[in-house]
């Protein structure tokens, strides 16, 4: 599904995203959710002028991706 305008992706993700941890994913921002020490879910952001324009869930098959936990900034 998808969800647009600010105010509805803010409501979506209120109090849902205290789990997820900023990681840079093949260089660009982006954040992971893990459970148990797995990682579930990567969240790619497209950012432009300073923004969050989208998020794209990522979820199943992470081969060939670099997570990078280390150097990302909020």
Same mark, same amino acid.
């Given at each position: @599904? $998808?969800?647009?305008? $600010?105010?509805? &992706?803010?409501?979506?993700?209120?109090?849902?995203? +205290?789990? &997820?941890?900023? /990681?840079?994913?093949?260089?660009?921002?982006?954040?992971?959710?893990? !459970? +148990?020490?797995? !990682? +579930? &879910?990567?969240?790619?952001?497209?950012?432009?002028?300073? !923004? &969050? $324009?989208? /998020?794209?869930? !990522?979820?199943?098959?992470?081969?060939?991706? @670099?997570?990078?936990? $280390? @150097?990302? +900034?909020?």
């Amino acid at each position: @599904s $998808r969800i647009d305008g $600010r105010d509805a &992706v803010a409501e979506f993700f209120n109090g849902r995203a +205290k789990g &997820v941890r900023f /990681v840079e994913i093949d260089g660009y921002a982006g954040g992971a959710w893990t !459970l +148990k020490g797995e !990682l +579930k &879910v990567l969240f790619a952001f497209t950012v432009e002028d300073g !923004l &969050v $324009r989208e /998020v794209e869930f !990522l979820a199943g098959d992470f081969d060939g991706i @670099s997570v990078d936990y $280390r @150097s990302a +900034k909020p």
